[in-house]
């Protein structure tokens, strides 16, 4: 059989980008684009940090990057790292750092060796005589520990005296430009502008990783479309401030599919505003989701359901959907290792007869139940052709270990496809 193929190619190539090795991962270049994340928590609490880190790295996470803002947390994180090694997760971490870097750096030199990479602000980094001085050593550790940098700009923090310099020359003009114009050439300049700082100190072009973040989707598009047509260091992209639950969601999809469609974005991270209850890993799944559901990468096996109308009376479909959906997240981290391949695979859900039989026919292995007032039966398909029709109250339960099975014989040793 001829398998359905769900991918496309995409009508614009891969901006092309030097490539930068972050601990074990490759950034930019022909590397994928990688997810990355944040951790909230105290970085000086060891523990709860390395929790966190887990938590996310086991979610998906390729990158997670965490605050060091005193000394304090400066001192955890070789703790964090060595806690982490022990539990074998050999995730890059990422020293965020904002206004004293080039103290704690300096300070606490088994940090800036245990880190993975350095992010740094060139709007904080220093103040007037100081800002180069300290952008300067900051970077010469670097050097000396053979890191990279992310030089990452946030116009909520822009280089007052950039701007200033800039908004000035806009007021000579004839034909000014708009405030809002003025502030996303300060966002690219100052990024461009600290890169080739960078690279004067001695950082190599291989170790820089530049990131503009703002916080409204028009912005974000204008901002990177500037910044990807004048270097071709890597771009970090991510829709800063993005907001909660579906607002956050839908604004860093917005953004970020459209850059990413251009071929421009080498890591992204969704910065989603947790509930003070949320689970952090949240934004990994929804980076996840918008890179796969793009075609860009696969991550976890495809689950098609259908919506639910007036002929979906029963909730056993969006039942039977969320518990398989549920299951695979769960078992992923396994199952990379156990099945390889195994986030290739597409399931269907489907609820009635209108769709669920063609579905189910497309998908991997489907099953279509029965709608309102349908024969009480649902058939299930596996590789495009109907191999059983189960009926009773163990429906569910009958479908779920026939996936479970499926998975072992396609993706295990074996190979091969189930033909029950």
Same mark, same amino acid.
């Given at each position: 059989?001829?398998?359905?193929?769900?991918?496309?190619?995409?009508?614009?190539?891969?901006?092309?980008?030097?490539?930068?090795?972050?601990?074990? #991962?490759?950034?930019?270049?022909?590397?994928?684009?990688?997810?990355?994340?944040?951790?909230?928590?105290?970085?000086?609490?060891?523990?709860?940090? #390395?929790?966190?880190?887990?938590?996310?790295?086991?979610?998906?996470?390729?990158?997670?990057?965490?605050?060091?803002?005193?000394?304090?947390?400066?001192?955890?994180?070789?703790?964090? %790292?060595?806690?982490?090694?022990?539990?074998?997760?050999?995730?890059?971490?990422?020293?965020?750092?904002?206004?004293?870097?080039?103290?704690?750096? &300096?300070?606490?030199?088994?940090?800036?060796?245990?880190?993975?990479?350095?992010?740094?602000?060139?709007?904080?980094?220093?103040?007037?005589?100081?800002?180069?001085?300290?952008?300067?050593?900051?970077?010469?550790?670097?050097?000396?520990?053979?890191?990279?940098?992310?030089?990452?700009?946030?116009?909520?923090?822009?280089?007052?005296?950039?701007?200033?310099? !800039?908004?000035?020359?806009?007021?000579?003009?004839?034909?000014?430009?708009?405030?809002?114009?003025?502030?996303?050439?300060?966002?690219?300049?100052?990024?461009?502008?600290?890169?080739?700082? &960078?690279?004067?100190?001695? !950082?190599?072009?291989?170790? #820089?990783?530049?990131?503009?973040?703002?916080?409204?989707?028009?912005? /974000?598009?204008?901002?990177?479309?500037?910044?990807?047509?004048?270097?071709?260091?890597?771009?970090? !992209?991510? /829709?800063?401030?993005?907001?909660?639950?579906?607002?956050?969601?839908?604004?860093?999809?917005?953004?970020?599919?459209?850059?990413?469609?251009?071929?421009?974005?080498?890591?992204?991270?969704?910065?989603?505003?947790?509930?003070?209850?949320?689970?952090?890993?949240?934004?990994?799944?929804?980076?996840?989701? /918008? /890179?796969?559901?793009?075609?860009?990468?696969?991550?976890?096996?495809?689950?098609?359901?259908?919506?639910?109308?007036?002929?979906?009376?029963?909730?056993?479909?969006?039942?039977?959907?969320?518990?398989?959906?549920?299951?695979?997240? %769960?078992?992923?981290?396994?199952?990379?290792?156990?099945?390889?391949?195994?986030?290739?695979?597409?399931?269907?859900?489907?609820?009635?007869?209108?769709?669920?039989?063609?579905?189910?026919?497309?998908?991997?292995?489907?099953?279509?139940?029965?709608?309102?007032?349908?024969?009480?039966?649902?058939?299930?398909?596996?590789?495009?052709?109907?191999?059983?029709? !189960?009926?009773?109250?163990?429906?569910?339960?009958?479908?779920?270990?026939?996936?479970?099975?499926?998975?072992?014989? %396609?993706?295990?040793?074996?190979?091969?496809?189930?033909?029950?």
């Amino acid at each position: 059989m001829i398998r359905k193929e769900v991918y496309f190619s995409h009508p614009f190539a891969r901006r092309r980008s030097i490539a930068v090795r972050v601990g074990n #991962i490759m950034i930019g270049g022909a590397a994928p684009v990688a997810v990355q994340s944040m951790t909230n928590t105290d970085t000086a609490d060891v523990d709860s940090t #390395i929790r966190q880190i887990a938590a996310l790295y086991h979610a998906g996470s390729e990158l997670v990057r965490i605050t060091v803002d005193r000394d304090e947390s400066a001192a955890a994180v070789p703790h964090i %790292r060595e806690g982490l090694e022990r539990l074998g997760i050999n995730v890059p971490i990422i020293g965020d750092f904002h206004y004293i870097g080039h103290k704690l750096l &300096a300070d606490h030199p088994t940090c800036a060796e245990a880190l993975a990479k350095y992010r740094i602000n060139p709007g904080n980094v220093g103040f007037r005589d100081k800002r180069d001085r300290q952008f300067s050593a900051i970077i010469e550790t670097a050097i000396r520990y053979g890191k990279p940098v992310r030089i990452g700009v946030n116009w909520g923090s822009l280089d007052e005296e950039l701007l200033k310099q !800039l908004m000035d020359s806009n007021a000579t003009k004839d034909s000014p430009l708009s405030t809002q114009q003025i502030i996303h050439k300060t966002v690219v300049q100052s990024a461009l502008l600290s890169a080739n700082l &960078a690279e004067n100190i001695g !950082l190599s072009r291989d170790k #820089i990783i530049l990131s503009a973040k703002v916080s409204q989707v028009q912005d /974000l598009i204008i901002v990177y479309t500037m910044l990807a047509e004048r270097c071709n260091y890597p771009l970090h !992209l991510g /829709l800063t401030e993005a907001g909660m639950d579906s607002k956050g969601i839908v604004a860093s999809s917005a953004a970020m599919s459209i850059l990413l469609q251009q071929g421009i974005g080498d890591t992204i991270r969704v910065s989603l505003t947790p509930n003070p209850s949320g689970d952090r890993t949240r934004e990994v799944q929804v980076a996840q989701e /918008l /890179l796969q559901v793009m075609g860009f990468r696969q991550f976890i096996p495809i689950v098609a359901a259908c919506p639910g109308c007036g002929r979906t009376t029963s909730t056993l479909f969006q039942k039977l959907a969320g518990k398989i959906q549920d299951d695979i997240r %769960r078992n992923m981290p396994a199952w990379r290792k156990k099945y390889p391949g195994v986030e290739k695979l597409q399931i269907a859900v489907m609820g009635c007869i209108v769709n669920g039989p063609g579905e189910s026919k497309h998908a991997d292995i489907g099953i279509s139940l029965p709608g309102t007032n349908e024969t009480p039966v649902a058939p299930v398909f596996v590789d495009g052709k109907k191999v059983a029709m !189960l009926r009773g109250d163990m429906i569910a339960a009958e479908f779920e270990k026939m996936v479970t099975n499926y998975i072992h014989k %396609r993706f295990g040793t074996t190979r091969q496809h189930l033909i029950p």
